[in-house]
């Protein structure tokens, strides 16, 4: 037998393979016909993937083993970007993603992250159960991914800060802040004068903790389930837009399987969204305290100013010329006139 005489490489290994286990830890059933790979990048802990988790065994029990559909959370697979490919190239069947990140591939669907353009959740629901959504689901299918009807919650969400709260548009000029890998964020920031920097949800936490990056932005259940509590020490309720994940599948594979296979994978994903969309909701309630207790300071800015800097610097202008006048038609009609 040959065994590894360096110990620290062999720790290495082991962490490696402790990352790669799926979150039913357990071998693929061995009858199941079906042997689908779902992924994302939040924490294994947050309701995404606890309800995707009740969806997966409620799909083996009632297939009686024929589906079996492992999760990856927690950027298992790799970054965004990485996963998105693996998606496409069928590598994983299953891949939740924001509409934002989405973007870098099929442009409007990072329609919804316009900032301050939804006042509330029932707008949000109206726009992306609706037309809207429908629409850019339209949109996805001609890229060769197939996209479930309901998204989940991300969130509204809020920028957090090691150095500094953000009070007024002015707190974020040079401000070093963390954005996923979208034009749309970028373009978000830089028209308060900040620097973004994009990067992976998976290098977040560490970005913060050795300050490559001042602050980030996400919502309450992620600042709390990743813990960014702990590298961060501001927490400040811009609400600045709202995100939430679509759920895709490679195409192929999907239309590979059987009806009643998809069916029942699709009646089971769309318990989960609107289940999880009552968490996000019931989290929003308590999660404040939570984080103040853990030492977060909030504040909470009049977005009145921030508004105004994105008009004047034609961040709205920009953003409607490119999403075009049919895609952002359908926005107005939840959300009323842009700015
Ligand atoms: O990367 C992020 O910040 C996250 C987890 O919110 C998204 O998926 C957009």
């Given at each position: 037998m040959h065994s590894n005489p360096n110990p620290?490489?062999?720790?290495?290994?082991?962490?490696?393979?402790?990352?790669?286990?799926?979150?039913?830890?357990?071998?693929?059933?061995?009858?199941a016909e079906f042997k689908l790979k779902l992924a994302n990048n939040f924490p294994a802990t947050h309701p995404t993937n606890i309800r995707m988790k009740e969806a997966a065994d409620a799909i083996r029990a009632d297939s009686k083993g024929r589906v079996d559909i492992q999760l990856f959370p927690n950027n298992q697979l790799g970054g965004d970007t990485d996963m998105l490919s693996q998606v496409r190239s069928g590598a994983i069947d299953f891949f939740m993603l924001s509409g934002l990140i989405l973007q870098t591939l099929v442009?409007?669907?990072?329609?919804?992250?316009?900032?301050?353009?939804?006042?509330?959740?029932?707008?949000v629901w109206a726009a992306m159960d609706g037309d809207l959504g429908a629409h850019v689901r339209g949109a996805i299918e001609k890229v060769n991914l197939h996209a479930f009807d309901f998204c989940f919650d991300n969130g509204f969400r809020n920028i957090t800060s090691s150095t500094k709260p953000i009070q007024t548009?002015?707190?974020?000029?040079?401000?070093?802040?963390?954005?996923?890998?979208?034009?749309?964020?970028?373009?978000?920031?830089?028209?308060?004068?900040?620097?973004?920097?994009?990067?992976?949800?998976?290098?977040?936490?560490?970005?913060?903790?050795?300050?490559?990056?001042?602050g980030q932005e996400n919502p309450l259940p992620l600042i709390e389930s990743?813990?960014?509590?702990?590298?961060?020490?501001?927490?400040?309720?811009?609400?600045?837009?709202?995100?939430?994940?679509?759920?895709?599948?490679?195409?192929?594979?999907?239309?590979?399987?059987?009806?009643d296979v998809q069916a029942l994978i699709a009646q089971h994903f769309k318990k989960a969204a609107l289940v999880q969309r009552d968490d996000i909701r019931r989290l929003n309630n308590v999660l404040e305290a939570q984080l103040k207790s853990k030492g977060l300071v909030f504040n909470y800015p009049d977005i009145k100013p921030f508004r105004e800097v994105l008009t004047k610097a034609g961040f709205y202008q920009e953003w409607k010329t490119k999403y075009g006048p049919e895609a952002i038609g359908k926005l107005e009609k939840y959300t009323g006139k842009l700015a």
């Open positions: 620290r490489r062999q720790l290495l290994k082991a962490a490696a393979g402790a990352c790669a286990w799926p979150l039913v830890n357990q071998a693929w059933a061995q009858n442009p409007v669907a990072g329609i919804n992250g316009l900032a301050f353009v939804f006042k509330d959740y029932a707008t548009p002015a707190d974020l000029q040079g401000f070093k802040i963390r954005v996923p890998v979208s034009p749309l964020w970028t373009s978000l920031f830089k028209a308060f004068g900040a620097s973004p920097a994009s990067i992976n949800f998976s290098e977040v936490y560490s970005s913060l903790q050795t300050k490559i990056v001042e990743a813990k960014l509590y702990e590298v961060q020490k501001y927490c400040s309720m811009t609400g600045h837009m709202w995100d939430g994940q679509w759920v895709l599948a490679n195409a192929k594979r999907w239309a590979s399987l059987p009806p």
